[in-house]
């Protein structure tokens, strides 16, 4: 078990207090009012940074209602003269059409074109480099220290065949090379030890995702076939994009879930 999980751990063990969700209504009652006493007391460079914050919450917030609001709302039609007779009972009658929204799909696949996706950890740490790379020096030139090895889990295709050690700038060990990942699916409830397809974006840099590093946060493809997942027009789905939620490197394994 990881070092920050105790508090999990406990609460599986021997639950919670007896009056948790009372205590965790009156905190979510006072947290307006916390707010506003923190807007009146700041001054200077952070009350600018806590209102710039407070400002795009408000908007996401309200963009969210209307997202919501416009999805079966209805609209007057404009008082047009339509060619043909219209019966006498029809004469008083407002004409109304519903609004075509995009369907939350058609957004979902916008985004992920985007590069931008939902995610359970929509923000990682960041990492230096020092901890993701070790200085490699090695041969007769010890002051041309050029070479790198990934101090992190990766994952390489199965045809990957290693470059000359001569031209090898990235060093990838062979004992933290995965494969497989524990993928959780958010509606069944259930884990599936799956293939990784491959690393589709790893947020702490471009660089380490063309290396297939694997870190928290990272958005990865996984062989989803023996679920027998089916899109709407019933063809089988082969793969799906899962993002990792927990350290591989700390761990020693990948644990993922699908986004769905």
Same mark, same amino acid.
């Given at each position: 078990?990881?070092?920050?999980?105790?508090?999990?751990?406990?609460?599986? %063990?021997?639950?919670?207090?007896?009056?948790?969700?009372? %205590?965790?209504?009156?905190?979510?009652?006072?947290?307006?009012?916390?707010?506003?006493? =923190?807007?009146?007391?700041? %001054?200077?460079?952070?009350?600018?940074?806590? =209102?710039?914050?407070r400002y795009s919450e408000k908007a996401t917030?309200?963009?969210?209602?209307?997202?919501?609001?416009?999805?079966?709302?209805?609209?007057?039609?404009?008082?047009?003269?339509?060619?043909?007779?219209?019966?006498?009972?029809?004469?008083?009658?407002?004409?109304?059409?519903?609004?075509?929204?995009?369907?939350?799909?058609?957004?979902?696949? %916008?985004?992920?074109?985007?590069?931008?996706?939902?995610?359970?950890?929509?923000?990682?740490?960041?990492?230096?480099?020092?901890?993701?790379?070790?200085? *490699?020096?090695?041969?007769?030139?010890?002051?041309?220290?050029?070479?790198?090895?990934?101090?992190?889990?990766?994952?390489?295709?199965?045809?990957?065949?290693?470059?000359?050690?001569?031209?090898?700038?990235?060093?990838?060990?062979?004992?933290?090379?995965?494969?497989?990942?524990?993928?959780?699916?958010?509606?069944?409830?259930?884990?599936?030890?799956?293939?990784?397809?491959? $690393?589709?974006?790893?947020?702490?840099?471009? *660089?380490? =995702?063309?290396?297939?590093?694997?870190?928290?946060?990272?958005?990865?493809? &996984?062989?989803?076939?023996?679920?027998?997942? $089916?899109?709407? =027009?019933?063809? &089988?789905?082969?793969?799906?994009?899962?993002?990792?939620?927990?350290?591989?490197?700390?761990?020693?394994?990948?644990?993922? *879930?699908?986004?769905?």
């Amino acid at each position: 078990m990881p070092q920050n999980e105790y508090i999990k751990e406990s609460i599986k %063990r021997f639950g919670r207090r007896f009056d948790h969700e009372e %205590r965790m209504r009156k905190k979510k009652a006072r947290e307006p009012k916390k707010i506003s006493k =923190t807007a009146r007391k700041l %001054r200077g460079i952070k009350a600018k940074l806590f =209102t710039k914050k407070r400002y795009s919450e408000k908007a996401t917030m309200k963009k969210t209602i209307k997202a919501h609001q416009e999805k079966d709302a209805k609209v007057k039609d404009a008082d047009e003269v339509k060619p043909g007779a219209v019966p006498a009972y029809l004469l008083d009658r407002e004409q109304s059409r519903r609004t075509k929204v995009l369907s939350n799909m058609i957004k979902q696949k %916008r985004k992920e074109k985007a590069g931008k996706w939902q995610v359970p950890i929509p923000k990682v740490k960041a990492m230096t480099e020092d901890e993701m790379f070790k200085i *490699l020096r090695s041969g007769k030139r010890k002051k041309k220290a050029w070479k790198r090895v990934v101090n992190k889990v990766s994952f390489v295709g199965e045809n990957f065949t290693r470059k000359p050690p001569k031209f090898e700038r990235y060093i990838r060990p062979a004992a933290l090379r995965f494969k497989k990942a524990h993928v959780t699916h958010p509606e069944l409830k259930m884990t599936f030890c799956l293939d990784i397809v491959s $690393v589709k974006k790893n947020p702490q840099s471009a *660089l380490y =995702t063309s290396l297939g590093v694997i870190t928290k946060g990272t958005i990865i493809e &996984v062989n989803v076939s023996e679920l027998g997942l $089916v899109t709407q =027009t019933g063809k &089988v789905i082969w793969a799906k994009y899962a993002q990792v939620t927990n350290n591989p490197d700390i761990d020693g394994c990948i644990n993922a *879930l699908l986004l769905v």
